[in-house]
């Protein structure tokens, strides 16, 4: 019988770890599609005639899943014990960055349907609101 290294649940901490890159991922990717596809409903609804230009939120949330995706496919070719040493260093910093990745789907997909429902509800005033923020931009800098 083998002495117990402590590295025998390391390739359990780097899947755990390639779960959260994908998991959470698709949640922010799920959220962020969720939300903006309403904000496009009520687009429809309102200016048929600009349904197609708002569709750019619910592709980029939809577009996170894919990158966490690839990361945990990263993640999981590089757990192979039995073709070299995979430490249990290698599951924390497989878990790490599969947490970093995973998380960071999460809020940039929260973020996304956030700012892509309230954008597209007001597609209308945009044009008003850039040139208002242009004007307080000079404005600014003129008096500074």
Do not use: Q, W
């Not at 779960?19 to 599609?33: D, E, I, P, R």
């Not at 309230?118 to 008003?128: C, E, N």
């Amino acid at each position: 019988m083998a002495a117990f290294s402590g590295d025998e649940t390391a390739p359990f901490f780097g899947f755990l770890g390639a779960a959260a890159a994908l998991v959470f991922s698709c949640m922010g990717a799920a959220y962020g599609t969720a939300k903006s596809g309403v904000g496009v409903a009520s687009m429809g609804v309102m200016r048929p005639e600009l349904v197609m230009k708002s569709i750019v939120p619910v592709v980029m949330a939809g577009v996170l899943g894919i990158y966490g995706l690839i990361i945990a496919v990263i993640i999981s070719t590089g757990i192979n014990p039995k073709a070299k040493s995979y430490y249990l260093f290698d599951g924390y910093a497989h878990l790490s960055s599969g947490l970093a990745c995973g998380l960071a789907g999460l809020s940039a997909g929260m973020a996304i349907g956030i700012v892509g429902d309230a954008g597209v509800r007001y597609k209308s005033l945009f044009t008003l609101f850039l040139i208002s923020v242009c004007f307080k931009v000079l404005l600014n800098c003129n008096i500074a």
